[in-house]
């Protein structure tokens, strides 16, 4: 059976580590001898939903792939923005360069830190703008990210007030996409507390449903003979639907956070 296969007649999204199990006790017929349909009506009617949902709850959860950006990553994303939004073109007269980490490079996995743009006259000469992250950018307990360098020949007032405004744009950029991808720097413990919560929030909500229900009653009245359960199930058909959509056909999504670099 395929995975599809079973979200199409179980109305519900699985990861793949859950459709895993499943095939698993499919494939060993611990149901006994029956075809494709008759497995998922029975898994169905023996709370498989719920006891999905209930193990997402209690933190059993398959994190979504998170595209996570590296130091050089993040710069060079955000030099591509302001050169497109215009904002390069002052510094850009004047520079000699600009060099993008590639010494050490490291994979941002946490939002909790500061883009700093220092300003500052070379040992030799003219004057480098060296930027870097300070805070917590990842798990290593490392507090400090080196993330580029501009240098410009020039080493008058004017050079120096061009390149301290650059270090603002790209502050104002960077901490701009990094609001706007938030979930990409979130620490893997916030976006398993938030499936954790979406999984609670989805649980409480099937619990409730007419769908969850209706498996009760079957449930309840399978020893009901032919004649009793046609006369229920035709009740079950009339009843009017009292509750709105829950939501638990669609594959979780993890919430979007509303924390993430100041502005």
């Known amino acids: 059976m395929m995975r599809e296969e079973f979200e199409s007649f179980t109305d519900f999204a699985f990861t793949p580590g859950e459709y895993e199990d499943i095939e698993k006790k499919y494939m060993s017929r611990v149901f006994g001898d029956c075809d494709k349909t008759e497995f998922c009506s029975i898994w169905l009617k023996n709370n498989g939903i719920k006891e999905i949902l209930q193990s997402r709850k209690d933190g059993n ?18 030099v591509k923005k302001i050169k497109e939004t215009g904002d390069y073109s002052r510094a850009e007269k004047i520079l000699d360069y600009f060099s993008p980490e590639d010494y050490k490079i490291i994979k941002l996995s946490n939002y909790e830190f500061n883009f700093c743009g220092t300003a500052d006259f070379g040992g030799s000469e003219g004057i480098y703008l060296d930027c870097y992250l300070k805070g917590k950018f990842d798990n290593s307990g490392n507090d400090f990210c080196k993330m580029g360098t501009f240098k410009t020949l020039n080493d008058d007032l004017e050079g120096m007030k061009v390149m301290a405004e650059l270090g603002g744009i790209l502050n104002y950029y960077l901490s701009k996409f990094v609001n706007q991808n938030i979930k990409s720097f979130m620490p893997d413990e916030e976006l398993k507390q938030q499936a954790m919560y979406v999984a609670t929030r989805q649980l409480d909500s099937y619990l409730m449903s007419e769908k969850y ?37 669609d594959t979780p999504e993890i919430l979007e956070s509303e924390q993430g670099v100041e502005m």
């Open 213 to 249: 229900q209706e498996l009760l009653e079957k449930g309840k009245n399978d020893n009901l003979t032919a004649d009793e359960n046609i006369d229920l199930q035709t009740a079950v058909e009339n009843i009017e639907t009292l509750l709105p959509h829950t939501g638990i056909h």
């Open 61 to 78: 959860i398959e994190l979504p792939y998170i595209k996570r950006y590296t130091n050089k990553e993040l710069m060079e994303i955000t």
